[in-house]
């Protein structure tokens, strides 16, 4: 089947501990990006990756890493989470067909999403 | 102001009811338009593509005025099941980050 996968589902943690949100996609997908919704805000991109190795800042990088050494994973990384990153985190890929990037809303997949808590 | 622009609602409409959303766009140059839809708590999942002559798929029809840069989505004959919340997103010219989301439109359809 193919899927974003996200791990963990729900996270709680204190401030400052650091933490990885895993994304995986079975899909062979070029495109990968993460994004945090919260209420009245709307989903914001956080970081986005073209390709292996390629990843740049989304509208709402502050606080977040991220890395793309193989096509398949995107890992999220907070190193110093903080209570203001509590919030929804949405995974999703696509694929970039002769790169056209405006046909990427046609096969946008998401994970499950990631709630995460800081304290 | 906000690239992409939605009434956050909430709707509350009988079951049978049509219902209409409008969403405003900010940069003219948006080229894909997409209507997403998101359960609860869980993932947006493609809804329909909006395309400049309008479509439509089943009780559902999309819009899209250039002119006024707004799209918009029609469900006709409303279901408990359509009770969700919908995102419009819209895509720029070879933009490479890829799709803006509206923080969407809740939609409660009431037996």
């Known amino acids: 089947e193919a899927q974003v996968t996200q791990n963990p589902r729900y996270l709680i943690t204190v401030t400052g501990k650091k933490l990885t949100v895993t994304c995986s996609q079975n899909?062979?997908?070029?495109?990968m990006s993460w994004y945090r919704q919260d209420p009245g805000l709307g989903l914001r991109q956080i970081y986005y990756s073209m390709n292996v190795e390629v990843t740049d800042k989304g509208d709402v990088p502050e606080g977040y890493k991220v890395s793309r050494k193989e096509k398949r994973n995107f890992p999220l990384i907070l190193e110093s989470p903080s209570p203001n990153q509590t919030s929804l985190y949405f995974c999703?890929?696509?694929?970039?067909?002769?790169?056209?990037?405006?046909?990427?809303?046609?096969?946008?997949?998401f994970g499950s999403g990631t709630r995460l808590t800081v304290v | 102001r906000k690239e992409v622009e939605q009434d956050p609602g909430p709707f509350n409409v009988p079951e049978g009811a049509t219902v209409a959303f409008n969403c405003t766009y900010s940069?003219?140059?948006?080229?894909?338009f997409f209507w997403y839809r998101q359960d609860c708590r869980k993932e947006p999942k493609l809804l329909m593509s909006v395309y400049s002559s309008g479509n439509e798929d089943g009780r559902f029809t999309a819009q899209l005025n250039r002119a006024s840069q707004y799209i918009s989505l029609l469900i006709r004959d409303s279901k408990l099941s359509d009770s969700a919340t919908y995102l419009c997103v819209v895509t720029l010219s070879g933009s490479a980050r890829q799709l803006t989301f509206g923080s969407g439109t809740q939609l409660t359809v009431l037996p």
């Open positions: 940069n003219s140059a948006s080229q894909s």
């Open positions: 899909m062979n997908h070029e495109y």
């Open positions: 999703a890929s696509s694929p970039i067909t002769q790169g056209d990037y405006s046909r990427v809303g046609y096969g946008y997949t």
